[in-house]
């Protein structure tokens, strides 16, 4: 049963290059979303998509950020152009949303990729 | 800030005793969840409580939810080396269209010696 996948698990790039993150959702989810955790801000939600719709990018730190959802097994999230404080490690969840509005389903969390800008 | 607050925010025991972490939040809630995050991995969640629930097992954990003092405490018993991870509270928010969106607290370091 495969979990969430992304990729790359690690980056390390020099300030200025565009990076692009991968995400795989769980097969049958249908909500989407992109976290950062860095020791000072903890994790924060950048963005989230329901049935490949973005529903919320308020948490995208500013216009270097931008996020895609093609279809439902596949997203991204670029950062052009990267900035060494936009070190961090990135995750990607999914989890199902039911029949109700709010329905109490778990997130299923990736491994993350660990994103270094030097 | 932060809706969900845990405390507290290290914790270092001695295996085969319990582990208390609590969580805080603001606003009402559907429900709340708790997240481990062992270190270079994603978080996997543990148990879900929800608001019109008071207490939750799972295992060798335990979950209580105090919605008049808006806030959760999880309980880990008789723990083990292998439990030693960082624990997130997370919250989704009542009301509104949430599309399975949580909050999370800043979580507990929780350490336990051999």
């Known amino acids: 049963d495969a979990g969430v996948i992304q990729s790359p698990r690690h980056e390390v790039t020099e300030m200025g290059q565009e990076v692009t993150l991968r995400c795989k959702p769980i097969?049958?989810?249908?909500?989407l979303f992109w976290y950062r955790q860095t020791m000072m801000r903890g994790l924060e939600l950048l963005i989230y998509?329901?049935?490949?719709?973005?529903?919320?990018d308020s948490g995208m730190p500013e216009d270097r950020f931008s996020a895609k959802m093609p279809n439902a097994s596949f997203s991204t999230l670029k950062i052009q152009p990267s900035e060494p404080r936009d070190s961090a490690v990135y995750f990607c969840?999914?989890?199902?949303?039911?029949?109700?509005?709010?329905?109490?389903?778990?997130?299923?969390f990736g491994d993350g990729t660990r994103l270094s800008i030097l | 800030s932060q809706q969900g607050e845990e405390d507290p925010q290290a914790l270092s025991i001695q295996e085969g005793e319990n582990a208390t972490m609590n969580c805080s939040y603001k606003?009402?809630?559907?429900?709340l969840q708790w997240y481990r995050q062992n270190s270079g991995r994603g978080l996997v969640h543990l148990i879900l409580?929800?608001?019109?629930?008071r207490e939750k097992h799972s295992g060798r954990l335990r979950v209580t939810l105090d919605t008049s003092k808006k806030s959760s405490s999880l309980l880990i018993t008789a723990s083990r080396a292998a439990d030693t991870a960082s624990y997130f509270c997370?919250?989704?928010?009542?009301?509104?269209?949430?599309?399975?969106?949580?909050?999370f607290g800043q979580g507990t370091i929780l350490t336990v010696h051999p």
């Open positions: 969840a999914s989890s199902h949303r039911g029949q109700t509005v709010n329905s109490n389903q778990p997130q299923h």
């Open positions: 097969s049958g989810h249908n909500s």
């Open positions: 998509f329901n049935n490949n719709v973005p529903i919320d």
């Open positions: 606003t009402s809630i559907n429900n």
């Open positions: 409580i929800r608001s019109n629930e």
């Open positions: 997370a919250t989704a928010n009542a009301g509104g269209t949430s599309y399975g969106k949580l909050t």
